[in-house]
């Protein structure tokens, strides 16, 4: 009698099959959106009831030119967040981008190399970012609030005062149209594609893949720092676009425009379903946490709320659709 010795096979883990599974995982929770749609679609109804002409071609027109650069930030920072981070110098690199094509806009550099340079600016500083992040180990908050300061002071080095020449043609065809054409909602189409295509590509499963779970990425093979890095590079650029758009939709640059967008955008993420904790997360759910945050004080202006008691009523509601999302989640989790 002999007995058939059979080699041993060791089963490896496949890189790809993880991210690929954690990537179904994620692009599979819809259900998480429904809070925050149906938010905006209370918004839009008061906003309705309120300016009927909302949805004319005219109103789409202008919101979404005045909408675009907070959605894009909002953006860039669901991207950084996606990794376990924050970024807190979101609207630092708004204003510094703003402020470089508002200078370089009117010389012979033109607007395309202005753009190009811009958008340079945007990505080299979330690179910086990323940098000490992802290679120096230092807590993401600790060194975006540190840069916040860095690229503001940068930023009014450049534009000490609001200014800038930017060709008026350009500001009419975003602001107004262009031959009937919502500039806005085009772009806003463009960039939901470009992330769509990098979300579903191998580093856009690793940033899914570093935020939900470090340890687990780096065992399969993932280069968590050079993810990092990159994520920071890609906010960084998506922060650039947004203020591109700011300047042309406000038509000069101004240091101080971007400020507010750090705050609004962390908002905009957690309420469009983005978690803290990283790796959980989606684009369209950031894009409609971004039109509530943009339009709820637009509504409290139409309602007649005492521009006194705005940031105290909008920070009311947000604290109850936060609350609001945290039971609801923390009861599925209990079923």
Known sequence: MSLELRPRIERKTDPRAVIRNIGDAVFQR??????????LLLLLGLYTYYYPSLF??????????????LIIASMAQAIVMLTGGIDLSIGAVVSLVMSVFAVLAGTPTGVLGAMAIALSVGVLVGLVNGAFVAFARLPPIIVTLAASF???????????QPGGLIPKGLISAYNKGWNGVAVGVVALLVMLALWKFIARSRFGLSIYAVGGNEQGAFASGIRVRMVKLLAYGLAGLFAGIAGIALTIQTGTGDANLGTPYTLNTITAAILG???FLGGIGRMRGVVMGALVVAILPILLL??????????VTQGGILIVAFASKYLLTRGKQAL
């Open 30 to 39: 819809s259900s998480e959106l429904v809070g925050i749609c149906l938010l």
């Open 150 to 160: 860095l690229w503001s002071g940068a930023t009014l080095l450049i534009l000490p």
């Open 56 to 69: 004319t071609g005219r109103s789409v027109v202008v919101l979404s030119a005045q909408f675009l650069p």
């Open 302 to 311: 139409f309602i007649g709320v005492s521009p006194f008691y705005q940031l």
């Open 273 to 275: 379903g983005v978690s």
